[in-house]
């Protein structure tokens, strides 16, 4: 059993920058690939990057590429997305998840998902 903990979100005028965590539990962080999805009222929710267990190897939505970027710290047990150039479009509430032994991406079925932390971004 593996629990996420998202923390970071708030408010930022458009054009800022916010950077989300998302602390595991467990002992086997380094075995599983993490991923960042969001959701927005009224809207299915949706990838925005992922990394994988072994290689690390990162992957974003279209809407996230040249702004975002995840990394990991196993050290840590943490996870992380950077948040740049944040647009009012990137409101949503921001889901870390985790998959053991995956590989980081959208369409990848993830084991297990956090609470959510809040994103406005305001223009």
């Known amino acids: 059993q593996v629990q996420l903990v998202e923390s970071g979100g708030g408010l930022v005028q458009a054009g800022g920058s916010l950077r989300l965590s998302c602390a595991a539990s467990?002992?086997?962080?380094?075995?599983?690939?993490m991923g960042w999805f969001r959701q927005a009222p009224g809207k299915e929710r949706e990838f925005v990057a992922g990394i994988s267990w072994s290689v690390y190897s990162t992957y974003y939505a279209d809407s996230a590429k040249g702004r975002f970027t995840i990394s990991r710290d196993n050290a840590k047990n943490t996870v992380y997305l950077q948040m740049n150039s944040l647009k009012p479009e990137d409101t949503a509430v921001y889901y870390c998840?985790?998959?053991?032994?995956?590989?980081?991406?959208?369409?990848?079925?993830?084991?297990?998902w956090g609470q959510g932390t809040q994103v406005t971004v305001s223009s």
């Open positions: 467990g002992r086997t962080f380094d075995r599983y690939a």
């Open positions: 998840a985790a998959e053991l032994y995956g590989s980081g991406q959208g369409r990848s079925t993830y084991d297990y």
